[in-house]
């Protein structure tokens, strides 16, 4: 199989052949490439273990393994060239699937996933994340933004007004994520905008994760009286993740800039057409 | 008329925590979404007014709250109809619009009249189509596209090809 790739002016992405992954997004006008590899996980949540009872639920992220599974090792794909956009259409199963988007113009590559009905027929809560897997040598540290403005600098398993005993390894380094998050290593930045409010961390050099779903069987016994299990029209959720790849120097003018364009993006009216002259006299 | 005050107070009700962040029984989540919902109709009732007086013509407009899902039961049945684009940003934006139609082919029109290339893709894992058309809007400003079907002619819609079967 050919390697599947969509570029526009700007940006260039590869998709690995044998699994249909994103495996490579490359910045044409800042001549920068990265190997940078996507795909989604689900963390097990946790329903209580001999460490703490504490159970995984609406007030409180917490997996029972440190290691999330793979939603699929390899996705189904389409691909769409036509001149205004060109796209690839990932299946990972039949609850999880994404559509990696390129228009004309656009400095950054978009990720419109759809996840849902999370199936809990094996009695598992499933926390679904969006993990991108890079070779960029972090050293433990991330950044979070605070509602779109400051943006905190992260360091795992740290925190920088006490001495911390990290009891939970994963979700003591998950962080509020309001509009961005980004890993870099000095020179090169991997900026992901979100479009709404998500938990969100790197929990190793180079990875990048952001918590997009979670259906959960048991109430965390914080005050909610019962499990976060979304019925009807929550069991589906269909967001978009905007990436970035940019020189560290000058990551900020980009996000900043798009940021603020998909917060405040146009809105669409339609209508017949036709309509009678209006006047207000 | 319009009115935006059953908006607000939706809004106001929804700074509390448990609806910032989701940690409420269903059905309060539930009726905060139908707090939000009532609000929006009266708000759609202003809009169009104001799209009216601004743009001088009176409208029935439709306001596709679903188009994230390919949903506008307008632009899916219309053989012609008005775009319009806000644009609430300080500064011009060219914006890719994205549309559910029937099966047809479409010619686009720009505020000027001019056609504007256009193309018709299909939906991932469905059989509907998307019209796409680049849209360029002013700042804090609005444009209006006109779209109309071209009688008796099928898309060349682009096919999906289909790739990456399980690898070996």
Known sequence: FRVLVIQNEYIRAKFDPDTGFLMEMENLEQNLLLPVRQAFYWYNASTGNNLSSQVSGAYIFRPSQQEPLPVSHWAQTHLVKTALVQEVHQNFSAWCSQVVRLYPGQRYLELEWTVGPIPVGDNWGKEIISRFDTGMDTKGLFYTDSNGREVLERRRDHRPTWELNQTEPVAGNYYPVNSRIYITDGNVQLTVLTDRSQGGSSLRDGALELMVHRRLLKDDGRGVGEPLREDSSGLWVRGRHLVLLDRARTAAAGHRLQAERAVLAPQVVLAPGGGAPYRLE | ?168
């Open chain 2, 1 to 168: 008329s319009g009115d935006s005050e059953p908006l607000n107070e939706a809004m106001a009700v929804l700074q509390h925590h448990d609806a910032v962040t989701g940690t409420s029984r269903q059905h309060v989540a539930n009726d905060y979404a139908r707090q939000l919902a009532a609000g929006w109709g009266p708000c759609e009732v202003l809009v169009s007014n104001a799209l009216a007086r601004l743009s001088g013509s009176k409208e029935d407009f439709a306001f596709c709250r679903e188009l994230n899902i390919s949903v506008c039961p307008l632009s899916q049945t219309a053989k012609s109809f008005q775009v319009t684009i806000y644009n609430p940003l300080g500064r011009q934006v060219k914006w890719m619009v994205r549309l559910p139609v029937s099966n047809h082919v479409f010619v686009v029109r720009d505020p000027s009249g001019t056609i504007v290339p256009s193309n018709v893709v299909i939906i991932p894992s469905s059989d509907g189509r998307e019209l796409l058309f680049s849209a360029s809007v002013p700042a804090l400003g609005f444009s209006i596209y006109s779209v109309t079907q071209v009688p008796g002619q099928r898309p060349r819609a682009h096919k999906l090809q289909p790739r990456a079967q399980k690898p070996k």
